[in-house]
Structure formats: C-alpha cells, structure tokens
C-alpha cells in the first residue's frame, strides 16, 4: 500500500509540474526553447561498467527560461538501442522510467525507485546547464557490442514539443 501511495504522490508530482510549466507556456511557441546534445563519458567500457552520458541542455530563446529536473538526470527519456537497432532490455528501475509499459506491475519495484527529487532552476538566455546520466540503470548494456544512445526530453516552455539530442555510440566489450 505504502508503494501504491508513492507512485500516486511521485504521478501527481509530476502532473502538477506539467499543469504549471504548462500554464507559463507560450502555445504559439512552434520552436523549441532548448537544445540537447550529449557525448559519451567514455566511448568503450567494460560489460558490466557504467555508461555514463553527458548531457548539455542549452537555452536557445531570447529569455531565461525555468527547466525543472529530477536529480538522477532521469527526467530525459533514454533510448538505448543495440547493432540491430532494437531497444536494449529495461533494468529494473527501467521498467519504470523508460515508459516502455501500458499498466505498471507495482509488483516487479522497488519504493526507493518510486521517489525522485524534483529541483527547478533558471537557465539564462544562451547559458547551458550539463549533467550526467547513467544509462546503464535504465537499460541492459550487459552484452558486448555497439549501443546508440539519444535523449528527448519535453520543452519547458512548450511541452508539445519534444527536443531530441544528437545520437552517439558507445562500445561495449569484455
């Protein structure tokens, strides 16, 4: 029941957050505020190691713009695809961020990967704000080969609008 109770309070979260990015938005806004670009930490790693992403969001408007993240660096949707071009398998914690289900088996969670910390901040006209992610708590890069990472994430100004990054890759191996 206590895990039921933190999905609710984490969906709710989030939906007030859309309702009020929403309510500041500009609707005739057909250009997105931000860009996404992303590098690879490391461009080879070892099955089983961290592939971590370096992201840098850049405010593109000609006004400073308020961007609201989840300090995992999981407020992005992650895709992770392997040489075939089909999407890698979700971990665990996946399961949930990814969206990649219709109905969510509270069962296959933990509470702990039901809770985020939401933070909000101003990005100024042209600045950047970077962090990193790793996309290996989201996807399962533990077989060898190359994997395509790209990251989109809503506008914050005009959740219509969904930014894509740039796509790279990173080599798995033994």
Known sequence: MRLLCSFVLFCATWGTLG???????????TQ???????????ESVKVGSPVRVRVILKNKSDHD???????????CHVDVRDTDGQLAADTKLGY???GHVANLDLSRVSP????????????????????????????DIKEPGKYTIQLKK??????????????ITVTVGP
């Open 19 to 29: 309702i009020a990015v929403g309510q500041n938005s500009k609707p005739s806004q």
């Open 112 to 139: 702990q990967d039901l809770t985020g910390n939401l933070v909000s901040g101003t990005v100024g006209l042209g600045e950047t704000l970077t962090w990193e992610l790793d996309a290996s708590k989201l996807y």
């Open 154 to 167: 809503k506008d914050p100004e005009n959740p219509s609008i969904t930014v894509q990054s740039n796509m």
């Open 32 to 42: 997105p505020a931000i860009t996404l670009n992303i590098s690879a930490v490391q």
């Open 65 to 75: 713009i308020v961007v609201v993240r989840e300090i995992r660096g999981f407020d």
């Open 96 to 98: 949930i961020w990814n």
